[in-house]
């Protein structure tokens, strides 16, 4: 599942939750359990909320790697080219480790790009975190009601 599907799928299981806490409310049997509930309600809409801003927010970096695919197709036409031009496998060797440099600066672009995900990633953890922290204090609330 993509983040954003994820994220919207939390959306829809708060406005459920929150719509299932408001029928509660009012259902014969749970009067006494209705300030409660509507708060719960409230809650989960605002759940729903905080989650739908983390969609707008969540930007997962993507990284085109066309342009390092075409870099690497010239750096090898090129070493291929020089090396059968050249003598001296020295200079030979010496443009092959170039283009190890190159490479090795695309696989860091790369890397940074994941790095990037990473953080994006975390982000939206925390935000769970707090979510899941929010559930429990509902669930010692309704316990409450309940003694």
């Known amino acids: ?5 994820m994220l919207a799928s939390a959306v829809q299981l708060e406005k459920d939750i929150a719509a299932f806490y408001e029928r509660l409310s009012n259902a014969a049997g749970f009067e006494k359990f209705q300030n ?40 090898k036409q090129r070493i291929i080219q020089h ?10 060797c010496q443009k092959l480790a170039d283009a190890e440099d190159i490479l090795g600066k695309i696989y860091l672009t790369i890397s940074a790009n994941y790095e990037k995900v990473a953080r994006s990633y975390q982000k939206a953890s925390n935000q769970f975190k707090k979510l899941a922290q929010d559930e429990q204090q509902h669930r010692d609330q309704l316990l409450a009601e309940i003694d």
């Open 1 to 5: 599942m993509k983040p954003h599907q």
């Open 36 to 75: 409660i509930f509507m708060k719960l309600s409230e809650h989960s809409h605002l759940h729903a909320d905080k989650i739908g801003g983390l969609i707008e927010d969540f930007n997962v970096p993507e990284l085109d790697l066309s342009p390092m695919q075409e870099l690497q197709k010239i750096v």
């Open 83 to 92: 090396l059968n031009n050249e003598s001296d496998v020295t200079v030979g």
